[in-house]
């Protein structure tokens, strides 16, 4: 499948922001994304958790990473990054997820008995990654998960102005319709595609859909349901263009064992268990005992 043109004209509307640097979300942040799909939360991190991450990063891109991609496009300036499940070997990682309020504002969020990490992602565009945009998808296409329930806690590392922002389509995940997923490097089919899942929509030309987006700064982090629908321009910018993001599941999922990347499989579970193993652990509550 080509990468589709997400240079859309229409200007998107704004994502539905709260400021969460004195407290958890409340409820009229849950309300907001089970609406739309996606919010925005100010200051979700502060400084010395943006450090960790940033201390981590050269481990991670140096062979840490279970899943790692490195792209370099004829004719860009840089590369295109990212990893995936690097926190079980670099212990900043490890400190930034489990040892912070990240796994409090997605429990809060979820709303749910217990929470699971599924998975840490990092992504970095460097200055100049043009051509590095990312197509419409869903996250939930290229799991082994069943049920609703998983979100994408995507924090930004560097400023992040509307010219490389995220674009979503809004309240795309309340039917909980699966589409097929996209390959990333265009011009083929992806790997695992589910081929009996519809085609993704052309959202570009659908006047119908609402595309939200919003500026963000080092620590602000937008959730999103992993269905829905989300994409993102190349880099044209002369700086960094980096994200950190912990993906949760709630207590309801379950996997399901259709191909799919290792990063999101785990030898522990089987076909219809809960997720909880130690690849994916559970976090809130503890499974400390007393």
């Not at 089987?270 to 909880?276: I, L, V």
């Amino acid at each position: 499948m080509p990468l589709q043109d997400i240079s859309r004209q229409v200007k998107p509307l704004p994502v539905q922001t709260f400021d969460i640097a004195m407290s958890l979300p409340d409820e009229i942040a849950r309300i907001a994304l089970n609406k739309d799909g996606v919010i925005c939360l100010k200051n979700a991190h502060d400084p010395k958790w943006l450090s960790l991450i940033e201390t981590g990063i050269n481990q991670a891109l140096t062979g840490a990473s279970q899943n790692l991609d490195i792209v370099k496009k004829a004719g860009d300036g840089g590369q295109f990054s990212f990893s995936s499940q690097a926190w079980r070997q670099v212990d900043t990682f490890r400190e930034a997820i489990f040892e912070s309020r990240a796994p409090d504002i997605a429990w809060q969020l979820l709303d749910c008995a217990s929470i699971n990490l599924f998975y840490d992602f990092l992504l970095i565009k460097e200055a100049y990654t043009n051509k590095t945009a990312t197509p419409w998808h869903q996250d939930h296409a290229y799991y082994p998960l069943s049920g609703q329930g998983v979100i994408n806690c995507w924090t930004a590392l560097d400023t992040i102005p509307m010219e490389t922002a995220l674009r979503f389509w809004a309240e795309s995940h309340r039917s909980a319709c699966l589409f097929q997923a996209a390959n990333f490097a265009g011009g083929s089919d992806y790997e695992h595609i589910q081929s009996d899942h519809p085609v993704i929509p052309d959202i570009d030309n659908d006047r119908s859909a609402r595309i939200l987006a919003c500026e963000l700064s080092p620590g602000d982090m937008l959730v999103w349901d992993s269905f829905t629908f989300h994409s993102a321009p190349g880099n044209s910018l002369g700086t960094r263009r980096a994200a950190f993001s912990i993906n949760w599941a709630a207590d309801t999922i379950r996997f399901r064992d259709i191909p799919s990347l290792k990063s999101y499989r785990s030898k522990d579970i089987s076909d219809g268990d809960p997720m909880t193993c130690a690849k994916f652990p559970q976090v809130r509550p503890s499974l400390k005992t007393t």
